[in-house]
């Protein structure tokens, strides 16, 4: 089973440009999270997808954040303007809704971005 | 505010020395708890899901329990290649809540 594919890998830009993160969940798994990551921190939700509806994106940075899933599979988030507090890890997850085990998600590698 | 606390931040340990990492959460009405285990540069892979107080669960030299204020993660004997991090979460609504982990380094 392939499991969630990320990409860029790395990424570095200057504060105030953008960037754009894209991620393929596990094949079948309605459910996609986009998460923060920061140094020495647990991974911290930025927007939840249940096919291509937003769940819950209480703490997106919404003037600065967005993230989009066409179609119910592939996921990008953006960053316009990147600010240097926006340096992090961000990591895609994936999951298939069946009571409890919406919670067990399957995580991609993750997308290493600083900004300079 | 919902918390999940880990302790201790940081652990190192020799080749073989047994030892166990806490966490402790304050949410109401748990649902389960989870742990999970993310080597450097990679993101974290689930290892566990306990249900309900009083459950235990095991994989190789891991032994994960419950209580109804915290869980603990047994590691037995372990090995350099158990070096990690190692975090624990709760649900929370339709999401979930993960602590800062602990850095557990294995000695040679």
């Known amino acids: 089973e392939a499991g969630v594919a990320q990409s860029p890998r790395y990424k570095i830009i200057e504060k105030r440009q953008s960037v754009a993160f894209w991620c393929n969940p596990i094949?079948?798994?309605?459910?996609l999270y986009w998460y923060q990551q920061i140094l020495g921190q647990g991974p911290k939700l930025l927007i939840q997808?249940?096919?291509?509806?937003?769940?819950?994106d209480s703490q997106l940075p919404k003037d600065r954040f967005s993230a989009e899933r066409l179609k119910g599979v592939d996921s990008t988030l953006k960053i316009q303007p990147a600010k240097l507090e926006d340096s992090a890890v961000y990591l895609c997850?994936?999951?298939?809704?069946?009571?409890?085990?919406?919670?067990?998600?399957?995580f991609g590698p993750g997308t290493r971005l600083t900004v300079t | 505010e919902d918390q999940v606390t880990q302790s201790p931040e940081a652990l190192r340990l020799q080749e073989g020395e047994s030892s166990s990492l806490n966490c402790s959460y304050t949410?109401?009405?748990?649902?389960?708890l989870f742990w999970y285990r993310q080597d450097p540069g990679k993101g974290p892979e689930f290892l566990f899901t306990l249900y309900s107080a009083g459950e235990e669960k095991e994989k190789e030299r891991l032994k994960a329990t419950l209580t109804k204020k915290e869980s603990f993660l047994h590691i037995t004997a372990p090995k350099p290649e158990d070096s990690a991090t190692y975090l624990c979460?709760?649900?929370?609504?339709?999401?979930?809540?993960f602590g800062k982990g602990t850095r557990l380094h294995i000695l040679p």
């Open positions: 997808f249940q096919n291509n509806g937003v769940v819950d």
């Open positions: 094949s079948g798994h309605a459910t």
């Open positions: 979460a709760v649900p929370r609504d339709d999401k979930i809540i």
């Open positions: 949410v109401s009405g748990l649902r389960g």
């Open positions: 997850a994936s999951s298939f809704p069946q009571g409890l085990e919406t919670y067990e998600q399957y």
